[in-house]
């Protein structure tokens, strides 16, 4: 036979755990051998590394032996029937313990255990305590039932096989489910939206803010393969399908926009279009991600306004204000011109140099506010 011992071995490993249905069907069988063959003991044998096992036996309570004293030892190296009419002729089983000991074995006719990848893992066979012959019958059942016997095993091994296989891959797939699960729930609690969509503009995923949105503002309860631009703003529904197509060239592009102008749900949108690539490379679709910075917008805006009053009250403060004091400047100097006297002209020059300068450190301090600290948006 054309295999290494370790491989031999291997094959042996598949049938050690039979279940007790095989169990059950094999110890059947033996019987039938027995009673057919007239054998008081029949053995159905499995050889690993140092043991001979009994897979299913009838007229022994023994379990296994050891191999190298095992008659099936010599069998495993045969591809037909190993028949040991009368041990004590045989030079190499005569001084056997089993031969010259309990359970003192005269007559032994084993058939080699041959899978269907053409390992021998071990023999149907029978024994006897009396030399003896078989008939032609008893032979041809020996073999066949050896090859019935494999069958059984090797089914035996297909199915928990199958089921290993089944356990598996449920395993995986509650390891996927669990994954999915998670990922869902973290895709869930977005506030923002998500959505996958393929070439043709029909959603096939999307998260619960995206569900929310639809149902909010299109009355409408967001489904698989639904077409995204029935959920489109018409405001921008072109500069979104411009969008689109550059992501699907491969390109990632992010657009704010106001959707709903001019009713209650107006807001703004900061839209992310990434393209999805399959194992191959291929882009299938777009990633749409978008966030609501209406808030943001308004604050902006609210921002915008006090900066513009800002700039008003500058205006006042370099013009308005500054218009009066000068003119009682000039009046000053006309006055020092005519050189009237007036006991209080000093005090009234320095208090109006005063207001002169306290509007010039306010308008210096509104241009550095202005034009480097003005108010800023809080992103």
Known sequence: MNYTEEERLTAVERFKQLDANITTDLNELVNLVAVICDAPVALVTLLDEDTQWFKAFVGTDLTCTDRQVAFCNDTIKHTGLNVIADTHLSEHFKSNPLVTGAPFVRFYAGAPLITKDGFAVGSLCIIDTKPRVLTEHQKTTLLVMAKQVVHLMELNWSLKTLEHKHEIEQAQILAISESEIKLKAIFDSSTDMHLLVDSNFEVIAFNKSAENFVKQNYKHTLAYRDNILDYTDTDILSQ??????MALSGRAIKREWMMMAGTINACWKIT???PVKNNNGDIIGVALSSADITRHKRQEAYINVQNEALRRIALIQSHELRRPVASLLGIMDLIKMEKINFDYFDLMEVTINELDEKIKTIV????????????????
């Open 240 to 245: 979104f399908k411009k969008c689109f197509k």
């Open 272 to 274: 992310t279009f990434i």
């Open 364 to 379: 210096k301090d509104s241009e550095n506010t202005l034009g480097g600290r003005q108010l800023s948006v809080v992103a």
